[in-house]
């Protein structure tokens, strides 16, 4: 794991990953505070003239034309889009929180803010797929739908699957409620103690660990987790949770 530059954007990429991908920090783009600087985030009051001119600049920086970008409206779901062409502009954005593609015209990205990003890459089936898991989306095992539809989609073999869980808020900033801590008491039962922590008296939830857990479920057994916090380095990450929801969103990106 490390991080690179190119034309003043950092980012950070995963040793294991042999495809082009990258999650971007919030450094290099064009965007003022509180969006400062590589906002891709359009839905957060910054100017979309400035969003789409930092997406373009996280683009080439990995040599990925612009225009070959497929995203999508993320709902915390565990909905799962194959795409199969570039999403044209204008085209309607689909709601899904799992991209997948084996298209080499196809660059997969997403935005993110404290929730995890998760990419994957079948190098015998020359898949790759991304997925946005926050707390919902964790617990909706969001990562067992990416691996499954790997496996329906394009027929991978989940051992062959290399996953890499990125930068998001790490378990000693994710405190919970009482409704979540119920939900992850529901989902893993007696082995909730593994990805819940008492710190200070508060209960915290462990989103790398969970989100592990449920790859390794699903068959996956090549797994590389950043764990990198973004709330405890707001010089390279967005965080919701740590700026108090007025801040921008970081881009993940991959493609073959």
Not at 45 to 65: E, I, K
Not at 75 to 100: F, K, M, N, W, Y
Not at 189 to 215: A, P
Request: with cysteine; glycine share 8%.
């Amino acid at each position: 794991m490390s991080f690179a530059e190119n034309n003043g954007l950092r980012y950070f990429q995963f040793d294991s990953l042999q495809t082009r991908h990258a999650v971007f920090t919030r450094r290099g783009g064009v965007s003022p505070e509180p969006w400062g600087s590589l906002n891709v985030g359009g839905t957060v009051g910054d100017d979309l003239s400035r969003v789409r001119q930092n997406r373009q600049l996280s683009f080439r920086a990995l040599d990925c034309a612009p225009e070959s970008i497929f995203d999508v409206w993320q709902v915390h779901s565990a909905d799962v889009v194959c795409a199969r062409a570039p999403r044209l502009e204008g085209e309607p954005v689909r709601q899904a929180d799992v991209i997948l593609t084996d298209k080499p015209e196809v660059s997969l990205f997403m935005r993110f803010a404290d929730c995890t990003p998760i990419l994957a890459h079948d190098p015998r089936k020359g898949v790759v797929g991304v997925a946005h898991a926050g707390w919902m989306g964790t617990l909706r095992d969001v990562a067992g739908s990416m691996v499954s539809a790997m496996k329906t989609n394009y027929n991978s073999n989940p051992a062959d699957i290399v996953a890499c869980i990125g930068p998001s808020i790490g378990p000693d900033h994710y405190e919970i409620g009482a409704d979540v801590i119920l939900q992850v008491m529901q989902k893993f039962g007696d082995e909730s103690e593994k990805v819940l922590r008492s710190l200070n008296g508060k209960i915290h939830f462990d989103l790398w660990r969970t989100n592990r857990i449920l790859l390794e479920q699903a068959g996956v057994q090549h797994i590389e987790v950043a764990g990198i916090c973004t709330a405890c380095h707001l010089d390279d990450w967005f965080s919701h949770r740590a700026e108090k929801g007025r801040t921008g969103r970081f881009g993940a990106l991959i493609a073959l």
